[in-house]
């Protein structure tokens, strides 16, 4: 309520007459005026209504005002109500004293002078306004210490979560440098003429301190703070970084729970570095392993493929879990928002998840209905490919293209910017690749030339007559090819392999 908000006023007497009166004089104040011909009315409008002030007569036939006044002020809603008697007889200081004890504020004999009657409820309905306020106010005050009582306590948490991954990081580094000598001195023993039972115990050891140094490795990578890690090499090979943590993520998930992966060793690397993506996969892994704690048949997948038509890695995390509300979709990248018990989760895993995966370019979606399970799909941008030499692969330097169809023309020069070119339209003195509309006689008959001065230097000729490429192994004809066709038509043509093999698509 604000100082805008009208309040009720309710106006009690068995004379219309009188009623009309109170209304007229009370009307200038600008209060809703409820209107009740007797005492039981009265009482119906204050229980469904919130009054401010009570004007009631003293006397009444079956219910007076001063047994009005005791019913309301027995009932708890009403024990702060102000009530006014108004009456021209029972005068003495005896029937006042009386009304006072029956919890009635004022006491106004009749005839009524007007301006003292409004003074006097305009007081007791701004009193009545202001102490609306302020429990609203104290309300609002015990929500937000309680807020902050919850926002310390997931402080701590924060706090106790920061000295586990202090500790974590300084086993990882203490584990890394015991397992060194044992590594060394496994070294050792396998250059020795050990009979067979002491080589196949050695092999056992070493595969169990190799794990250990994964361990090792990926509890440094969890205890590492993305947001200080200071430049790098923020691309992740992900085949090799699947077995470096496996195990670690592996451990965070009760003993019931079953993981599985599916990651490639093909892949291109993504444009996320080692820690990142650790603790990335590693909440939403841990997050299916809660709620999966009680079943025997839990199960967590990771999988990575190429996004399809994008330059992007497509990783998932599913579960079979009990799935996700529609709340809880919509609400579960909210900084603190949680599902679990609050001495378990702080509401940030998922948080910092998103905005990791923000800071590498890529992309988030769940997808997730009750009773089947939840699946996180994760785009993570494609690093950009190290230079090649020529022997090696593209060389991804200058492209001119010089096509009449427009539409063909910005399909190749996508294609080409998605190779690592440096494609212009101007003339081909630097150019290492010429595309060549085959309608363009005069172009055409010029590849040669340019072929001639430029030992690794192609042209690739789209269109027009096939002969121009036969007999020139550097000059290539293309055949009209579909826009989801050219990607995979251009890369092997300009690969060592394609170029040669005087392959038109």
């Not at 007459?17 to 005026?33: H, M, Q, T, V």
Request: with cysteine; proline share 4%.
């Amino acid at each position: 309520m604000n100082s805008r908000d009208k309040v009720n006023i309710l106006l009690v007497d068995d004379q219309p007459a009188k009623l009309l009166s109170l209304e007229a004089i009370l009307s200038d104040l600008g209060e809703n005026l409820i209107k009740a011909n007797s005492a039981e009315e009265g009482l119906k409008h204050l229980l469904s209504n919130d009054i401010a002030v009570v004007l009631v007569d003293v006397c009444m036939p079956r219910t007076d005002g001063f047994e009005f006044s005791e019913m309301v002020r027995g009932h708890p809603r009403f024990g702060r109500t102000a009530i006014i008697f108004i009456s021209a007889v029972h005068l003495t200081d005896a029937d006042r004293l009386r009304g006072y004890q029956l919890g009635a504020v004022d006491y106004i004999p009749v005839p009524i002078i007007p301006e003292v009657l409004r003074a006097k409820v305009a007081v007791f309905t701004e009193l009545y306004r202001k102490t609306e306020q302020l429990e609203r106010v104290n309300a609002e005050l015990k929500e937000r210490i309680a807020e902050l009582d919850r926002s310390n306590e997931r402080l701590r948490f924060a706090d106790r979560m920061a000295t586990v991954g202090t500790l974590a990081a300084g086993l990882g580094h203490d584990m890394g440098n015991l397992l060194l000598p044992v590594q060394m001195r496994l070294d050792a023993l396998e250059t020795c003429d050990l009979p067979k039972s002491a080589v196949e115990d050695v092999t056992a050891i070493r595969k169990a301190a190799e794990y250990l140094r994964r361990l090792a490795s990926s509890l440094r990578l969890l205890a590492l703070d993305p947001e200080n890690l200071a430049g790098g090499d923020s691309a992740t090979e992900l085949s090799d970084w699947w077995r470096e943590t496996e195990g670690m993520i592996r451990n965070g998930l009760p003993r019931t729970v079953v993981l599985s992966a599916d990651i490639p060793e093909e892949l291109s690397r993504v444009r996320m570095d080692k820690a990142s993506l650790t603790q990335v996969v590693f909440n939403l892994v841990q997050n299916a392993g809660e709620v999966l704690r009680n079943r025997e048949d839990g199960q967590v997948r990771v999988a990575a493929s190429m996004a399809p038509g994008r330059r992007a890695v497509l990783l998932t995390v599913r579960d079979n879990g009990p799935g996700m509300s529609e709340e809880a979709k919509r609400r579960c990248f909210e900084p603190f928002y949680t599902t679990k018990t609050r001495e378990l989760n702080t509401g940030l895993g998922l948080t910092l998840v998103a905005g990791l995966i923000k800071r590498a370019g890529g992309t988030i979606q769940i997808e997730s209905v009750p009773g089947t399970g939840t699946v996180f799909r994760l785009e993570v941008p494609e690093a950009v490919p190290p230079a090649r030499e020529s022997g090696e692969g593209l060389r991804r330097r200058v492209a001119v293209v010089q096509l009449k169809d427009e539409r063909l023309m910005a399909h190749v020069r996508s294609v080409l910017s998605s190779l690592e070119f440096d494609i212009r339209d101007n003339g081909p003195a630097e150019a290492d690749v010429l595309i060549l509309d085959g309608q363009d006689l005069t172009a055409v008959a010029g590849a040669r030339g340019f072929v001639a001065g430029r030992p690794e230097s192609r042209v690739l000729v789209f269109g027009g007559d096939a002969s121009v490429a036969i007999g020139q192994e550097r000059i290539l004809h293309v055949e009209t090819a579909k826009p989801s066709e050219l990607l995979s038509s251009i890369r092997g043509l300009l690969t060592p392999t394609g170029a040669f093999a005087g392959g038109a698509t």
